[in-house]
């Protein structure tokens, strides 16, 4: 592949080029738990299945399969490598940020892309525990109306921030939050600060 105008680190083009841990059987690989993010109609879809060492609660065996760009492909590949041996509330708590400094970083406007992996790892957790009865350790990430008058979700605000935007206006260019009334201005600014520390700022704990 000609790397000319290749804005990528060489771990990004090695995970492209080699993914790893690909979904090429989902019968014969008998996953304990499944999950799905992303609309294929959109063209991002992301389908991560793992295996459970149920004693332990430890992830033995993680595999996926994505019709994204290769940005998602190289954050799930190397996802994939990260969580084997891992806990599962730990692989529960990973985010786009670890995976991105993992991979040696993306362009910020692809940030959005490693979103896929992350969140269908999360859903696989939670079917595994549904699978297996423990109910009471599901994590939900149930979308909160932040903007009435648009109907404009917190998960809205978060995806725009991954895509770039940093600013109200930007925001609201991509959401059209806060454009009638206004009165959820002052929540739409402090939750486009909270996600671009949270996803771009190395400092953790930062609000």
């Not at 083009?13 to 008998?30: G, S, T, V, W, Y």
């Not at 994204?68 to 692989?91: H, N, P, Q, Y």
Request: with cysteine; aromatic share 6%; glycine share 8%.
């Amino acid at each position: 592949m000609d790397k000319v105008g290749w804005v990528y680190s060489d771990k990004v083009l090695d995970h492209f080029m080699h993914p790893r841990n690909i979904l090429e059987d989902e019968q014969a690989f008998q996953a304990d738990g499944v999950g799905v993010t992303g609309n294929v109609k959109c063209g991002d879809q992301m389908i991560v299945a793992i295996k459970v060492d149920a004693e332990r609660g430890v992830i033995t065996d993680c595999k996926w399969k994505t019709f994204g760009c290769a940005s998602a492909i190289a954050s799930t590949s190397i996802m994939s490598e990260m969580v084997k041996g891992m806990r599962l509330e730990d692989a529960f708590r990973l985010s786009p940020r670890d995976i991105n400094k993992e991979l040696g970083g993306l362009p910020e406007h692809k940030i959005h892309c490693s979103v896929l992996g992350d969140k269908a790892l999360r859903a696989a957790i939670n079917d595994y525990y549904e699978k297996t009865g423990q109910a009471e350790k599901i994590q939900r990430e149930e979308a909160r109306v932040v903007c009435s008058c648009m109907n404009v979700t917190d998960h809205e605000i978060e995806e725009a921030v991954l895509e770039g935007a940093r600013s109200l206006y930007e925001v609201q260019e991509k959401t059209k939050v806060a454009t009638v009334c206004g009165e959820c201005t002052e929540e739409v600014e402090r939750l486009i600060e909270f996600y671009t520390n949270k996803h771009f700022c190395a400092t953790e704990g930062r609000t």
